[in-house]
């Protein structure tokens, strides 16, 4: 039995915005429990679940994975937490995915922190990345582009409209980014 209600982050940006690499600096720092939505199918493949092929070329063509199983895989993982400090990174990527993920948890974020990168950006260092991801090549990379611009950043613009949005300057280093999210957690009293 979890002590608190849970605190829930989403973290969005486009391909390669530094999602992943800020919220290791707010784990640190808050204690969140870290789940990329990303990384939570990555594993469904590597674990050759009945789902495995259909992510593989869901991610392979950039598209996004059905609502209903990413938010089981992330509901998993909470239930499966005793913390109560959740960083969601890379989810919801599309209205449907926020309205369903709404509609299950029966609550809407407290927070959302958005990267805002230019593309040519996030293209470079999505290439220099070399960790081997199958969706880390130029022809996949403009796909992921794409659909970020038409399905995911109407889902940043419902939050800034519902006022729970923070926008972050993705440009300059690891450091000079966080510095800006920081003072984003250091106002609650969790
Ligand atoms: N780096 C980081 N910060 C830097 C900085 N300030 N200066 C210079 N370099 C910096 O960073 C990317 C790279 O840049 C790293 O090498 C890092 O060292 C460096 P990272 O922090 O990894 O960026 P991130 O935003 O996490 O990039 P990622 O590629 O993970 O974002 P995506 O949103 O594309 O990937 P995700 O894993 O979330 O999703 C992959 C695919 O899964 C999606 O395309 C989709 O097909 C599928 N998916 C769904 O279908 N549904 C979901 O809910 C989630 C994913
Ligand atoms: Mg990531």
Redesign the pocket.
């Given at each position: 039995q979890r002590a608190k209600t849970p605190f829930i982050t989403f973290?969005l940006?486009?391909?390669?915005?530094?999602?992943?690499?800020?919220?290791?600096k707010i784990v640190e720092n808050f204690g969140f429990t870290h789940l990329?939505?990303?990384?939570?199918?990555?594993r469904e493949i590597a674990s050759n679940s009945a789902d495995g092929i259909m992510?593989l070329n869901?991610?392979?063509?950039?598209?996004?994975?059905p609502?209903e199983l990413?938010i089981k895989l992330?509901q998993k993982e909470m239930e499966l937490s005793d913390n109560y400090k959740f960083l969601i990174?890379?989810?919801?990527?599309s209205e449907d995915?926020r309205k369903a993920f709404e509609q299950i948890f029966g609550a809407e974020p407290d927070v959302v922190l958005f990267?805002d990168?230019p593309e040519d950006?996030?293209v470079?260092?999505?290439l220099?990345?070399?960790?081997g991801?199958v969706?880390?090549n130029i022809d996949?990379?403009k796909?992921?582009l794409k659909?970020?611009t038409a399905l995911n950043l109407p889902v940043v613009n419902h939050y800034l409209e519902k006022g729970k949005l923070y926008k972050i300057n993705?440009?300059?280093?690891?450091d000079?980014?966080y510095k800006q999210v920081h003072p984003v957690f250091s106002s609650f009293h969790f």
């Open positions: 973290v940006g486009g391909p390669g915005s530094g999602k992943g690499t800020q919220c290791m990329s939505a990303g990384e939570l199918l990555r992510i869901t991610i392979k063509e950039g598209k996004i994975v609502s990413t992330i990174d890379g989810f919801p990527r995915n990267f990168c950006e996030m470079k260092r999505v220099n990345r070399n960790q991801r969706d880390d996949t990379i796909k992921r659909v970020f993705g440009v300059g280093t690891v000079e980014i």
